[in-house]
Each structure stands twice: as C-alpha cells, then as structure tokens.
C-alpha cells in the first residue's frame, strides 16, 4: 500500500485516522463531548455515533458559548470540480443535521476560483457552471432557505475581496510552503487561496457588527486551512472557528476513498439506474473466491465495500446495519444479493434525490448570495 498522504488536494494510500489526527493536532470526539451533544440534540446523528465525525477542535469551547447563550453559525464549502458523488454529500447532510438542531444559520462556500486555480485544464467557466450544478444538489438536501447562504466565490468576491486581502496580509510565502507543500512552481493565485477559504469564518461577524462563534463541519483534509486561518483570526478580532471532522466515506473498491479519479468506484447524484447498477455490479466485497466458500467461512465487512456504503450512508438504523454486517460475517448473504439490494437501496435514493435536484433550480436565488 502506498504511503499516506493527506491534503486538500490529494488523498493516497491507506488513511490512518488515528495517525491523522495526532499529525494535524486534532482532539477526539469522545464519550464526554458525545453526551455533551445529546444533551442539546436528543438522539446523536449516526455519523457520530459510528465514529465517521471523530475528531475536532474547540468543540468544548462551541458548547460553553453555546450554553452561555451565545449561538454559533455553521460553515462548511465546496470545490466545484465536477459533478457531486455520495461521499460528499456526508458533511452536508451532517451539517443539516446541526442546522435543524441548533437552528442556525448556515454559509456555504462554493470555490469555483480554486477549482480554476488547482485543477489543470480547468476553466473558471466550467467551474463556475459545476458551482451552480453542486448548489442544486445542496438545495436538494433540504436545507432551510431561510438561514441559508449559498454563494459562489467569483460572484461574491466584491464582498470577501476586502477580507481575503485582510486575512493574507498575516500569511507569509514560507507558512503556506510549510502547510501545504507549495513550491516557487505554484501559481501565486494558489498560494493567495487559502484566505478566501477563511473568510466565511468571520464574514457573518463582519456583517452583523458583532462577534459571533462559528462551527465548521468537514471532511479532515481541508483541515490545514483553517489551521492556518485560526492562526490569523484573532489577530483580526475575531473568535477561531470551532471544527468537526469526518472520515472519507470509501469507493467501490477494494480501500481508497471514494473518488472522482476512479469514476468506476464512485457514485454520482446523477448516475442513471443502470449505470449505477453496473458499478455495484463491480464493486469490491472481499468475498470467498466461491459461494461454498462463503457460505463455510464468511467473509469481513470491514473491508466489504457494500457493506460500508450501508455503514456511511444508506442504513442510518444500527442494529439493521449490524444484520446486515452479521449476514456478511456469516456467509448467508451472498454477493449477487448483497449487491443487488444495495442497488435497489441506492436508485431508490437517487430517484428521490434526483427530483428535488431538478425543483432546486427555481429555487436557486432564494439561496445564493450574489454581489
Ligand atoms: N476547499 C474545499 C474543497 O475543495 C471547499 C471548501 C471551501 C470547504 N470552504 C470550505 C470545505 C469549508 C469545507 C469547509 O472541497
């Protein structure tokens, strides 16, 4: 297996959470700050009691705010580099999850500038327009539009240009070398980059003429941002943002996660039925090389990649997953079946999803934050 490497632009080789975590300097969400949560939120989300948002920071310090009576707004984004696949629908659907329990206000980024500015080949048009075909599957989401702002960088950038500026001002050529590997090959709109991811972590203070704490749920690899951006906050008066961490739900596959370099082993929002029926056909279950086999020895959900795609996303009930996972360990479920209920469980989703997509685009300026 190749080594691990983990950053906002690139995730290789086997991920070592726990190793990650220490790397990053981040803290578990333990048993404590999980009862924490259910006291304010009654049931936990099954993304946090399956371990999958594990780590944080400042999360103590968001709940004593919290409790004291100061409320906090939420801030999650996203690279628009192509079209949505389930796995990045799990911080969304985690973050909506915090909306409608501490009913708070909620603003996401879409980074169409980074995109353009990464990705090779890459035009800003085709980034912009993947931006508002990504909103739609935002929207879908149910998010409520009355505290909800969407926007899209190269549309809103006469509001964050201001702040962006403030922010890199604090950010030398050597620190963003240091976090994010950067070379003098980098083009410099790169290197600039980072402080547009930080501005909505203090824009809705700015706005509001007050400082207000901010929560920001996240797959882990965008972490070395904000790394950098809770350094600077303070030094422009305002709070450090508060972080929630998820691991990346996994491909297809045999390992990895699920993603946009292996189209075979990642489900789109947009899949039609039979295509997305022919890539679980396909997909990876570490079954016995036969059903006698099987049948005798079982096989390990662990590494099952149907068996993980229930654990990350279609079977939010524990003790039907634990069926499913028992069934798997015992050899009575046999991969045709395995596969083909999941196909059912996942064109089913997609059916639903699919429609509330298409009446998202009347609903488009109801959420999105134009200059
Ligand atoms: N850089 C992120 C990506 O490529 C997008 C993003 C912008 C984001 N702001 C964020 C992600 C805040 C999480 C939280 O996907």
Known sequence: MAEMKVTPWEVTGEVDY???????????????????????????????????????????????????????????????????????????????????????????????????????????????????????????????????????????????????????????????????????????????????????????????????????????DQDPHFRVARDVMPKLGYYKPAIMHSKFMPGLGPGGKMSASDPNSTIYTTDTPDVVKAKIQRAFTGQQPTRELQKKLGGNPDICSICQFYRFFFEQDDKKLEKIFESERDGSLLAGEHKADLTERANKFLAEHQKKREKARSQLDKFLLRD
Not at 72 to 93: E, V
Not at 105 to 114: A, G, H, N, P, S
Not at 150 to 155: Q, R, S
Not at 195 to 211: C, E, G, I, T, W
Request: charged fraction near 25%; hydrophobic fraction near 40%; charge should be positive.
């Open 18 to 220: 726990d190793k990650l975590r220490r790397d990053f300097g981040l803290d578990r969400i333990d048993q404590p700050l999980l009862d924490r949560m259910k006291k304010h939120t009654g049931e936990l989300h099954y993304l946090l009691r399956r371990g999958i948002f594990y780590a944080h920071r400042d999360l103590g310090w968001l709940l004593d705010e919290y409790e004291k009576g100061n409320k906090f707004f939420l801030y999650t984004g996203r690279g628009p580099s192509g079209n949505t696949h389930l796995g990045h629908l799990i911080p969304w659907t985690f973050t909506k999850w915090l909306q409608d329990k501490f009913k708070t206000e909620l603003w996401f980024q879409i980074t169409d500038d980074e995109k353009f500015l990464f990705k090779d080949g890459m035009s800003l048009e085709d980034s912009h327009s993947y931006a508002i075909e990504n909103a739609l599957d935002i929207i879908a989401l149910g998010f409520d539009p009355k505290r909800t702002k969407i926007f899209i960088d190269t549309d809103y950038s006469k509001t964050m240009y201001p702040h962006a500026v403030r922010v890199a001002k604090h950010i030398t050529f050597s620190t963003a070398k240091a976090v994010f590997g950067f070379t003098n090959e980098t083009n410099i709109g790169s290197i600039f980059y980072t402080s547009m991811q930080a501005v909505p972590a203090f824009l809705p203070s700015v706005l509001a003429k007050r400082n207000i704490p901010c929560l920001i749920p996240l797959a882990v």
